[in-house]
């Protein structure tokens, strides 16, 4: 079983900022790709950045130069500095994860609950 546990949310006004963080827990052998992704009411899911455990990093276009991804992987944290604020970054962001379980052969991919954004004008 693994979880993965988001915070950092809240509400901010335009041009603020806000610092989300995930946490990956459980049977775990490896964490390989961490990423973020965001869903607006009525929207599908979205990628807003991913990170690799090396490192590597990519970013959705409308996020780029305002939205920071990084991670600790003694941690098994990744984090996302959002700068730069819209309203229309209002959505719930959730934390995904990948990698290898404790148990031989086991691999998982698996979501956080969430953590509500909301970006005032």
């Known amino acids: 079983q693994v979880e993965l546990v988001e915070s950092g949310g809240g509400l901010v006004q335009a041009g603020g900022s806000l610092r989300l963080s995930c946490v990956a827990s459980?049977?775990?052998?490896?964490?390989?790709?961490m990423g973020w992704y965001r869903e607006a009411p009525g929207k599908q899911r979205d990628l807003v950045a991913r990170?690799?455990?090396?490192?590597?990093?990519n970013y959705a276009e409308f996020v780029k130069g305002r939205f920071t991804i990084s991670r600790d992987n003694a941690k098994n944290t990744a984090y996302l500095q959002m700068n730069s604020l819209k309203p229309e970054d209002t959505a719930v962001y959730y934390c995904?994860?990948?990698?290898?379980?404790?148990?031989?052969?086991?691999?998982?991919?698996?979501w956080g609950q969430g953590t509500q954004v909301t970006v005032s004008s």
């Open positions: 990170i690799s455990s090396s490192g590597s990093t």
């Open positions: 995904n994860a990948d990698g290898q379980g404790s148990d031989p052969g086991a691999w998982y991919d698996g």
């Open positions: 459980g049977r775990i052998r490896s964490v390989d790709t």
